[in-house]
C-alpha cells in the first residue's frame, strides 16, 4: 500500500477509532442493565448469557474473521462487520424475549470481533511498523474508555431512557462512522486466494466453546460433569485443531510462525495482559467492597485508578515508540511494574486506606498499559503482510482466552475460600457488602480479614504472571521499527 495523505490517514483514524468504541463499550454498557432486562423479559435465571453470548461469540470467530480479512481485503470484512453490527443493534432493542435478545447479542458479539480484528489490520496495512504504534495506541484507547465510562453510561440511559436505548444508541454513532469508513477506509489488495482453512475453522471453534463454557460451569457444583465432559471436548478439539493446522496450506491460525521469537515473544506477552490484569478487574470492586468496607459506587475507584493508568501509558508508549522505533524496553518495564504492584497488594495490610490500593493498581494499570497495543503492533511487522489479519488474530485469541478461564479460575479460588473461612452458621450465599455493612464491628472486621487472607494469593499469583513476563519480555530480540511501508521483516526481529 503506497502512504495516505495526512488528512485521510486522521479521517481512517477517527473512523476506527470511533468503531472500535462501540464494540468495546458493548461489553460494558449493558452490565448496570442487566437488572432490569431479565426483570421486564423475565428471565433472571439465564441473564448472564446476555454477556456471555457476546463474549463468546467475539471470540470465536476471531480468527476466522482475521483469516477472511486476509482472503478478500480488510475493507470488506470491516464494512460488512460494521452493517451487521447496527442490524444486531437494533434487533436487540427490540427484543421481546431473552432468547431472542441472546441471538442479537451472538451477532453483535460476531460483528464486533471483525470491526476489532479489521481496525488494528487496516491499520496495519496503511502505516509503516514505525508509525504504526502510535495509531494502534490511539485505536486501543478505545478499550479503556470504554470501561471507565461503560457502566456509567449504560445506568444512565437505561434510568432516564429505557434499556433498550443501550443498544439503539449504537445506531446514529455507528451510521456516522460507517459514512466515514466509505470514505476513509482505502481499497487494501486482498491476499492470494486458496482454499479457506475449514477444519481448522471448526476445531478451533470447538476447542474456544467448550473452554469458555468449562470456565464459566468451574465454579458451579452442581455442573461439574458438564465441566469435566467441556474440557475433555476442548483437549479433542484442540488435538484436531493443532493436526488440521499441520496440515493446511493456508492456516486461519499461522502455527509456523512461533519460530519467529519476536513472535512468540509477543503471543507471551499478550497472554500476561489477559492472565495477570483483565481477569482480576472484575473481583476488585468486591474486594474493596468486602475488605476496606466500602459502598458500591467508592469501591469503582479501584479499578477506574487501574484503568487510569492503564489508558495512559497505553497511549505515552504507543507515541514513544513510533518517535524511537525502539519497543523492548516497553515491555520489560512493564511487566516488570505489573509484578511489583501485585505483589504489592498481596502484601498490604488490612486496614489502610483506600488511597494505597488506588495508587498501587494505578501502578500495574501503568505497567500493563506500556505494552498493551505497542505488543499487537510488534507482531503485526515481524509478520509478512499477507498474514496481518491471521496474526493479529491470534494476538487477541491468546489474550481473550487467558482472561476468561483466569477469571473463572479466580472466581472459583474466591467463592471456596471465602465459604470455607466463614464462621459457623454464616451463609456465604447471603454475605452482601449491605448484609456486612449492617453487621456489627466485629464481624465486618472478620469478614474483612477473610477477603484480604482470601484474595492475597490471588494477587501473588497474578504477580508471578508479570514476573514470568518479565522473563519472556528480556528474551525479546532487539530491534527497531522500520520506516518502510512495505517490508519484510526478518525472521528474528524487525529491523531498520
Not at 483466569?406 to 449491605?434: C, E, S
Request: proline share 6%; hydrophobic share 55%.
Amino acid at each position: 500500500m503506497p502512504p495516505l495523505s495526512r488528512l485521510r490517514l486522521r479521517l481512517l483514524v477517527v473512523s476506527l477509532l470511533t468503531v472500535s468504541f462501540l464494540g468495546a463499550l458493548d461489553h460494558t454498557i449493558v452490565s448496570t442493565s442487566l437488572a432490569t432486562i431479565a426483570g421486564e423479559l423475565g428471565a433472571l435465571e439465564h441473564m448472564g448469557w446476555v454477556v456471555v453470548g457476546y463474549t463468546l461469540a467475539s471470540t470465536v470467530l476471531l480468527p476466522v474473521i482475521g483469516k477472511l480479512g486476509d482472503m478478500v481485503g480488510p475493507r470488506a470484512v470491516f464494512v460488512t462487520s460494521l452493517v451487521v453490527f447496527l442490524a444486531a443493534s437494533l434487533a436487540c432493542g427490540f427484543a421481546q424475549t431473552l432468547p431472542w435478545l441472546i441471538v442479537a447479542r451472538v451477532l453483535q458479539g460476531m460483528s464486533s470481533a471483525g470491526l476489532q480484528l479489521m481496525s488494528q489490520t487496516i491499520i496495519a496495512q496503511v502505516t509503516s511498523p514505525r508509525e504504526r504504534p502510535r495509531h494502534m495506541a490511539v485505536i486501543g484507547a478505545a478499550f479503556p474508555i470504554a470501561i471507565l465510562v461503560g457502566p456509567v453510561l449504560g445506568g444512565l440511559i437505561t434510568d432516564f431512557w429505557g434499556w433498550q436505548w443501550v443498544f439503539w444508541v449504537n445506531i446514529p454513532i455507528g451510521v456516522a462512522a460507517l459514512a466515514l469508513a466509505l470514505v476513509a477506509v482505502p481499497r487494501i489488495p486482498p491476499g492470494v486466494q486458496r482454499r479457506f482453512d475449514v477444519a481448522g475453522a471448526m476445531s478451533f471453534t470447538a476447542a474456544l466453546v467448550a473452554i469458555v463454557l468449562a470456565a464459566s460451569w468451574m465454579s458451579d457444583p452442581q455442573l461439574r460433569t458438564a465441566t469435566i465432559v467441556a474440557l475433555a471436548a476442548a483437549l479433542l478439539s484442540l488435538a484436531a485443531f493443532v493436526l488440521a493446522e499441520m496440515r493446511a496450506e493456508e492456516p486461519i491460525v499461522p502455527l509456523r510462525f512461533l519460530t519467529n521469537r519476536t513472535i512468540a515473544v509477543g503471543l507471551a506477552l499478550s497472554t500476561i495482559i489477559g492472565v495477570g490484569l483483565f481477569s482480576i478487574t472484575a473481583y476488585l470492586p468486591t474486594y474493596v467492597q468486602m475488605a476496606y468496607q466500602t459502598t458500591a459506587t467508592v469501591s469503582g475507584l479501584v479499578p477506574i485508578a487501574t484503568v487510569f493508568g492503564m489508558l495512559l501509558s497505553n497511549l505515552a508508549s504507543g507515541f514513544l515508540a513510533s518517535r524511537s522505533g525502539h519497543y523492548r524496553i516497553y515491555p520489560v518495564i512493564g511487566t516488570a511494574l505489573g509484578a511489583v504492584g501485585l505483589t504489592a497488594m498481596a502484601l498490604l495490610p488490612a486496614g489502610l486506606p483506600l488511597g494505597v490500593p488506588m495508587i498501587v493498581m494505578f501502578v500495574v494499570g501503568i505497567g500493563t498499559g506500556a505494552f498493551m497495543s505497542l505488543i499487537v503492533a510488534v507482531v503485526q511487522s515481524a509478520a509478512p503482510r499477507s498474514a496481518t489479519g491471521a496474526i493479529t488474530a491470534t494476538v487477541n485469541i491468546v489474550r481473550q482466552v487467558g482472561a476468561t478461564v483466569t477469571t473463572a479460575v479466580i472466581g472459583g479460588v474466591v467463592g471456596f475460600g471465602v465459604a470455607a473461612l466463614l464462621p459457623a452458621g454464616l451463609d456465604a450465599t447471603a454475605l452482601t457488602p449491605q448484609f456486612v455493612q449492617a453487621s456489627d464491628p466485629a464481624l465486618q472486621v472478620e469478614v474483612a480479614g477473610i477477603y484480604h487472607e482470601v484474595f492475597a494469593p490471588v494477587f501473588g499469583a497474578l504477580a508471578i504472571a508479570y514476573a514470568v513476563g518479565f522473563v519472556v519480555a528480556i528474551l525479546m530480540p532487539r530491534g527497531r521499527l522500520s520506516d518502510e511501508h512495505d517490508v519484510v521483516p526478518s525472521t528474528e526481529s524487525v529491523t531498520a
